[in-house]
């Protein structure tokens, strides 16, 4: 008889033929970063992640160094919003400032900026609006000078999430012809238009006003589309290719990680956080053991890179 169950007899031969082993290698840690001073507050939804002023931002990076994290995804959130976003480009910005902050104290962590327009809109939307809708190639020169600027504040890799086409295209371009022909590109490359994204529009302030973003996100039905997308992200020039959200994406995932040859990441995203904290704080699930078991779901769907609001505390199990 076959018997599968030998190889499971101890933990000495579980770890031995264990296929998908997570690492603190794998992870990125969103911080969400308010312009203004005295800033330390707690997002309801979102249990111990906060908005932070970067007067008060040290203890925290200070503990994402310390736990051997290598990357931050920065968000800024402005005080001030226009119909365009301009201050996206403003080299005084709250996100240059961030940049800056961070490069010059804590050199060795790795700065990835997320390059849109919704926290900076009036409206919410990831562009500039026309005729009720954003308008891809108005809103494809803003984002050429927001790149620009992450680029000159010290940024070490850009993000773009706003899912407008042709926008690897220009951003690389925009790059190459302004001497930052070494900044690497992450593509937000197959991003559904998706209910898990709620908690992070409250973090942040950037539900839109009027409409819905499913004229630039993908319906979540959609998995050769998924491909086309990737395949024009990967031909445009982007170095790591995105899947977001993740869990309920895993196919995805594999998708992309069987026929692309880049690195791909996923952003576990807010709403999948926010749903294990409930119902670990209900006492429903052990949430130690269904983070992690998240975790390495990812990993094995085939992410190399995992974005995820659980950095700190899943870099403590993996640490001990
Ligand atoms: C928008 C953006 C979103 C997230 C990051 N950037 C989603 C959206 O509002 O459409 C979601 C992140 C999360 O939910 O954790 N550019
Ligand atoms: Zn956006």
Request: proline residues 4%; contains cysteine; glycine residues 6%.
């Amino acid at each position: 008889m076959f018997r599968t169950r030998r190889l499971r007899k101890t933990a000495g031969i579980r770890r031995l033929v264990q296929e998908t082993k997570l690492s603190v290698d794998d992870f990125v840690y969103p911080l969400f970063i308010e312009e203004g001073e005295n800033v330390e507050s707690e997002i309801t939804s979102m249990p111990g992640i906060k908005r932070y002023s970067l007067d008060r931002i040290s203890k925290e990076l200070d503990e994402v160094v310390e736990l051997n994290i290598p990357a931050v995804l920065l968000f800024g959130i402005p005080s001030k919003k226009d119909e365009e976003g301009t201050e996206t480009w403003n080299d005084n910005g709250v996100m240059q400032q961030a940049i800056r902050f961070i490069k010059k104290n804590y050199p060795g962590l790795y700065v990835i900026t997320d390059v849109c327009f919704c926290e900076y809109t009036s409206h919410g939307h990831c562009g500039v609006i026309h005729n009720n809708d954003v308008d891809n190639d108005a809103t494809l020169v803003n984002l050429a000078k927001q790149t620009i600027s992450h680029a000159k504040a010290g940024a070490d890799m850009v993000a773009p999430s706003g899912m407008m086409d042709g926008t690897i295209d220009m951003m690389r371009q925009s790059l190459d012809n302004s001497g930052f022909a070494n900044l690497p590109i992450m593509g937000y490359s197959v991003k559904y238009s998706s209910a898990f994204y709620g908690p992070f529009r409250e973090a942040v302030d950037s539900a839109p006003s009027f409409g819905d973003r499913r004229t630039y996100q993908m319906d979540p039905a959609n998995r050769d589309e998924g491909m086309r997308e990737a395949t024009f992200d990967d031909q445009e020039g982007a170095d790591i290719l995105m899947v977001k959200p993740a869990m309920s994406y895993l196919d995805i995932i594999r998708d992309l990680k069987n026929n692309f040859d880049r690195p791909i990441a996923c952003y576990n995203v807010s709403g999948e956080y926010s749903m294990i904290k409930a119902a670990a704080e209900k006492g429903w699930i052990d949430g130690e053991k269904v983070m992690m078991e998240s975790l390495l779901s990812m990993k094995r769907a085939g992410a190399d890179i995992i974005i995820t609001y659980f950095a700190k505390e899943a870099a403590k199990v993996l640490n001990r």
